[in-house]
């Protein structure tokens, strides 16, 4: 897999450019495209009016009432969803060959003419406030609401991005309506598509992707403040086991030595068995089942954030042995067999990101959305091998802080 390479087409069309990577063995094309916003542009006393919004956009648009357009999605085999996340909007197709034109007008007619039936409207706001409160009867729902209110106490991102049981309850249509008008956007828009699909064919199909929508761009989300070290925050739910979450602030995307933190974080919790805290917490102690750390990136930046669960009696012995070895990686950093263990395992990696088109296209607007140049992939392989012991224990010095590792719990733990 060392020569697996990328390549990478920039198209540009009606002053927006798409990346494309062609695959002609069969007849599928990927569309993606995202905008900046998202969850953070709903009002707090709105929280949730884009998830919704979305979620409406395939409940009818134009002529078509929920049904007529569930219909015709289906007899054209087209795979179309919208997606909110704290941070962005995105949108998602995939057609076969002939019925991409089909596809596209379906796509534009929804983010152009939603219909929000207000018959739709209540269905769909019922489902979300049912999701929401789902999400509240269980250790893992709470302990992540818990962690991210804790973090980021006066932004957005420390809200869900699909609201609350409370202001979805209340939540007016017009919210619903606004939130969508900020959103779909005729600019401001980034796009990749795979498949078989030529440049100039994808040319075509870009400007009618977005025809009718309303000039100019999204506003700007409010730029993400410092990651708040809140220490411990403790949510009694009355279950056998807690759920916990832990972490602190990490590094920008755009941050030089952001894979080298990959590789330091892979290796303390992030690669299954192999890593140190399942090595620590579960094989030698019995103390969870799994424990997993890694970046949450939101906003451009990258959290590092944890997560486990254990008995309720064992909560202070599983973070008492969480704290050691973060403490024992900030210290010395990967071992030699452990970095090339990491490496080896990202790097050979790579290519299973690039087995289907939807994949392809999904894993290019990620690199955009993240600033990274085309040939940022096809370089990754040599920038990974060329990681030192001495530089990634530089890296775990900067990254990891024991001693501000801040931690949610939610259950009725013990030894806390």
């Not at 569309?31 to 919004?53: F, K, M, P, Q, Y």
């Not at 054209?76 to 019925?99: E, H, I, Q, W, Y």
């Not at 828009?189 to 440049?199: D, E, K, N, W, Y």
């Amino acid at each position: 897999m060392s020569n697996f390479r990328l390549d990478i087409q920039e198209v540009t069309a009606g002053g927006r450019s798409a990346w494309l990577i062609e695959d002609h063995s069969v007849p599928v094309v990927a569309i993606a495209w995202s905008w900046r916003g998202g969850a953070a542009l709903d009002a707090a006393e709105h929280a949730g009016a884009l998830s919704v919004g979305g979620a409406l956009l395939m409940e009818g648009a134009g002529e078509l009432d929920n049904v007529a357009f569930s219909d015709a999605l289906r007899d054209a085999a087209v795979n179309l969803s919208f997606d909110t996340s704290r941070d962005g909007f995105d949108g998602n197709l995939r057609a076969l060959k002939p019925s991409l034109d089909e596809a596209v007008r379906l796509a534009n007619t929804a983010m152009r003419a939603p219909r929000l039936d207000p018959a739709a409207v209540t269905r769909v706001r019922a489902r979300a406030v049912a999701g929401a409160r789902s999400a509240l009867e269980t250790p893992r729902g709470q302990v992540g609401r818990a962690f991210w209110a804790a973090a980021f106490p006066d932004h957005p991102a420390g809200r869900p991005s699909t609201g609350t049981v409370e202001s979805l309850t209340s939540l007016p249509e017009s919210a619903i309506r606004d939130a969508l008008a900020r959103q779909l956007r005729a600019d401001g828009v980034i796009l990749a598509a795979a498949g078989a699909i030529t440049a100039a064919e994808l040319a075509a199909v870009i400007p009618a992707l977005f025809e009718g929508l309303p000039a100019g761009a999204p506003p700007e989300p409010p730029a993400l403040p410092p990651f708040r070290d809140f220490g411990r925050v403790v949510v009694q739910v009355p279950a056998p086991q807690s759920a916990i979450l832990f972490g602190h602030a990490g590094i920008p995307v755009s941050d030089p030595e952001w894979e080298a933190a990959q590789v330091v974080l892979r290796v303390l919790g992030g690669g299954g068995f192999s890593s140190r805290l399942m090595e620590s917490v579960r094989v030698q102690r019995g103390l969870t089942y799994g424990i997993g750390v890694g970046f949450d990136t939101l906003f451009g930046q990258g959290v590092v954030i944890g997560s486990s669960s254990t008995d309720n009696a064992r909560v202070g012995e599983a973070l008492t042995v969480t704290r050691e070895e973060w403490a024992r990686m900030a210290a010395g950093g990967p071992t030699r067999a452990e970095l090339d263990d990491a490496v080896a395992f990202l790097t050979g990696n790579l290519p299973l990101q690039f087995t289907d088109s939807r994949r392809i296209a999904g894993t290019l607007i990620a690199l955009r959305r993240n600033g990274r140049p085309r040939e940022w992939l096809n370089e990754r392989a040599d920038r990974l091998r060329a990681l030192t012991v001495e530089s990634t224990a530089g890296v775990a010095r900067r990254l990891l802080r024991a001693d501000a590792l801040s931690v949610a719990i939610a259950g009725r733990p013990e030894g806390v």
